[in-house]
Nanobody, 126 residues
Framework: QVQLVESGGGLVQAGGSLRLSCTAS????????MGWFRQAPGKEREFVAH????????YYADSVKGRFAISRDNAKNTVYLQMNNLKPEDTADYFC???????????????????WGQGTQVTVSS
């Protein structure tokens, strides 16, 4: 089992940047692929980005491709989401999630992930 804690959210103007962090407990972090999702008020949880266990492969939602970058540091049990050129429509609660090795399915679906953090709020003002 792994526990996830996000940090780094806040209020930023459009065009600005933020870096979110998600730190995991335990010594098995490198066995999990990781994802970032977001949820705006009144909307469903939406896939943002995914990174494999080694960090060598990433996958993004079209809406953030070219602006966001997911990375991980397995020595620090941490996954990051660098968000650049933020837009008001990026405003949401952002969640990190861990996918157990061997779990198959659509990587953009929340159902594929087993563990979730509590979320961090990102607000982008126009």
């Amino acid at each position: 089992q792994v526990q996830l804690v996000e940090s780094g959210g806040g209020l930023v103007q459009a065009g600005g940047s933020l870096r979110l962090s998600c730190t995991a407990s335990g010594r098995t972090f490198s066995t999990y692929a990781m994802g970032w999702f977001r949820q705006a008020p009144g909307k469903e949880r939406e896939f943002v980005a995914h990174i494999n266990r080694s960090g060598g492969w990433t996958y993004y939602a079209d809406s953030v491709k070219g602006r966001f970058a997911i990375s991980r540091d397995n020595a620090k049990n941490t996954v990051y989401l660098q968000m650049n050129n933020l837009k008001p429509e990026d405003t949401a609660d952002y969640f990190c999630a861990a996918k157990t090795y061997g779990r198959v399915g659509d990587l953009s679906s929340p159902n594929v992930y087993d563990y979730w953090g509590q979320g961090t709020q990102v607000t982008v003002s126009s």
